[in-house]
């Protein structure tokens, strides 16, 4: 389900920067996205938040040994 996209952002700008120059973002700042209601889940480039869930390398048993 998409429930926000940003465009116009050159294609070198930092995925992160976008999430925090974004609508999205000052929702969830303001407590708008708070547990239970919703969680994103994002890869690590993006900050750790209570709505915003960073998986991290090394998370998941097939991650393990995997270097």
Same mark, same amino acid.
Request: glycine share 8%.
């Given at each position: #389900?998409?429930? &926000? !996209?940003?465009? /116009?952002?050159? @294609?070198? !700008?930092? %995925?992160? =920067?976008?999430? =925090?120059? &974004?609508?999205? *973002?000052? +929702? /969830? +700042?303001? /407590? +708008? #996205?708070?547990?239970?209601? #919703?969680?994103? $889940?994002? %890869? &690590? !480039?993006?900050?750790? =938040?209570?709505?915003?869930? &960073?998986?991290?390398? @090394? #998370? *998941? =048993?097939? %991650? $393990? /040994? !995997? +270097?």
């Amino acid at each position: #389900m998409i429930i &926000s !996209a940003q465009t /116009g952002w050159a @294609g070198c !700008a930092h %995925d992160a =920067r976008v999430l =925090r120059k &974004s609508a999205l *973002f000052v +929702k /969830g +700042k303001n /407590g +708008k #996205m708070t547990p239970p209601h #919703m969680h994103i $889940i994002a %890869d &690590s !480039a993006y900050p750790l =938040r209570q709505w915003l869930i &960073s998986i991290r390398t @090394g #998370m *998941f =048993r097939s %991650d $393990i /040994g !995997a +270097k």
